[in-house]
């Protein structure tokens, strides 16, 4: 990306050197503060008592693999400079920090995204043009109930055609998507599909290279967009949920079919199997202080 | 929806394709390894055909892509 659209993006780029703002990301941390997500992906420690790593990284110079986790709670930057060393690395694994086991993976190595920096902060960098997408094999992560509430942070590059960024189905069906973006308007939707028979849209205006955090919550009988903390409307969820434990998918980061591959950043998704609307404002406001935007 | 790549009539074709790039990037490093191969096929029940996407790292294997016409809009 041309420097000069970083510097208007964010303007806390001078040019090739990021200027520092103190840290928000000390314990305790945001799962500390607001437990029980079913699934938990983020290049920051979002956990005091995870011990395992942020992501498993391919070199693509010769194949071989490193997990790097934290250090103070960041992403450990250098182990993963050190790593790659000038060449470029690519995401196989996305942990689950939640404890439940959710990791993103894809074995194909064209389609795992590359991993960058935007704002001072490690992220993850799906392309349309290569599919690139992570999944999760581990099935359940929104409560059977229908109701959820996803937080997360996108920058998209491209706002042509659907782009999206999160989902998770039940065969066809699609419980949650972000930035399903149609056509040329530059329009953006968020649905909220919670049965066989409905889809329940709620648009918001997104420009490329722009970020956004989004906080989609479904309720029992509504979903609440908010992004960047303001909210974005809601939509009556109609429908009762029909999906059941024994047959829900995995969850899709970056694209579910090639049609709809995401073209942009992500460095944090959190989900949680419950209506979060009394934490909302304190999670994203952690998000948005640490994200710096 | 355009893409560049390329395209095979059955599966056959396509994961033999696949195979030489695996082979060619030695990829499975390890048995074990996340990354069990270097591209993958994807196949368009609309146009029936099976498809690679291009990437730069497949010239040497696949030699130069095509571009070419699938339908992968679904209905949400």
Not at chain 1, 107 to 129: D, R
Not at chain 1, 154 to 171: A, C, E, R, S, V
Not at chain 1, 224 to 242: K, M, R
Not at chain 1, 248 to 277: K, Q
Request: aromatic fraction near 12%; glycine fraction near 8%.
């Amino acid at each position: 990306m041309p420097s000069k659209i970083f510097r208007k993006i964010f303007p806390g780029w001078n040019g090739g050197t990021y200027i520092d703002r103190a840290s928000v990301n000390v314990p305790p941390l945001l799962l500390d503060l607001y437990p029980g997500a079913s699934a938990a992906y983020s290049t920051r420690k979002l956990d005091q008592n995870y011990t395992g790593y942020a992501l498993q990284v391919r070199r693509v110079s010769d194949n071989a693999t490193l997990d790097i986790g934290f250090v103070n709670n960041e992403f450990d930057s250098i182990a993963f400079q050190t790593f790659i060393s000038g060449t470029t690395g690519r995401v196989s694994i996305w942990y689950d920090q939640s404890g439940n086991g959710r990791n993103l993976t894809n074995g194909t190595a064209l389609e795992q995204p590359k991993l960058t920096i935007v704002n001072n902060k490690y992220a993850l960098a799906f392309e349309s043009s290569n599919g690139t997408r992570l999944i999760s094999g581990v099935t359940n992560a929104i409560a059977t109930n229908g109701i959820y509430s996803t937080f997360g942070v996108g920058l998209i590059f491209n706002t042509t055609g659907n782009k999206i960024l999160f989902h998770q189905d039940q065969g066809s069906v699609r419980i949650g998507q972000w930035f399903k973006v149609t056509g040329a308007s530059n329009n953006s939707v968020v649905f909220s599909n919670n049965d066989t028979t409905n889809a329940n849209d709620i648009s918001f205006n997104s420009s490329p290279y722009s970020m956004n955090m989004l906080s989609l919550i479904r309720k029992t009988s509504s979903a609440e967009l908010w992004v960047n903390g303001f909210t974005n409307g809601s939509t009556p969820a109609s429908g009762t949920p029909s999906y059941s434990a024994g047959n829900m998918g995995g969850i899709y980061v970056g694209r579910r079919t090639l049609g709809e591959a995401y073209d942009g950043l992500s460095p944090e998704l959190i989900l949680y199997p419950a209506d979060m609307t009394t934490d909302r404002l304190a999670i994203e406001t952690n998000i948005r202080n640490y994200y710096g935007f | 929806m355009v893409f560049r790549g390329y395209t095979y009539t059955n599966a056959t074709d396509a994961q033999a394709a696949v195979q030489q790039c695996d082979i060619y990037y030695g990829i499975p490093k390890s048995p074990d390894d996340v990354t069990q191969h270097w591209t993958a096929y994807e196949y368009s029940q609309n146009d029936n055909i099976y498809f690679i996407l291009f990437d730069e790292s497949l010239l040497p294997v696949l030699g130069e892509p095509i571009e070419f016409d699938v339908n992968l809009e679904e209905e949400i």
